[in-house]
């Protein structure tokens, strides 16, 4: 996975504003993920739904497509258990 700033630098107006947001979005993503992880073991849906829906658009305005796609399935419907081998992947990011 790689991240491609150049829709949120045209969104923030900045290379520097970009960089910011790249920065934050590491910080928070291993505690993101975490939580996410705990309420799908839990069967707390409304959690992970919640976390998967912020997660989602972080991903979209990162050019992370692919985990965002992943993301919105399980923001629709996270009972079910599809393939999250991408949480593994944006966790290595």
């Known amino acids: 996975m790689n991240i491609n700033t150049e829709h949120l630098r045209s969104l923030l107006g900045s ?9 934050l979005f590491r910080q928070q993503l291993p505690q993101q993920l975490e939580s996410l ?15 998967a829906h912020g997660l989602k658009s972080q991903c979209r305005y990162l050019g992370l497509d692919e ?9 629709n ?14 966790a290595r990011m």
């Open 15 to 23: 290379e520097e504003a970009a960089q910011r947001f790249v920065t």
């Open 37 to 51: 992880r705990q309420a799908l073991s839990e069967s707390d849906w409304d959690t992970a739904s919640n976390t």
């Open 67 to 75: 985990a965002a796609d992943s993301l919105q399935e399980l923001e």
């Open 77 to 90: 419907d996270p009972k079910m258990r599809q393939d999250l081998s991408f949480i593994d992947a944006l």
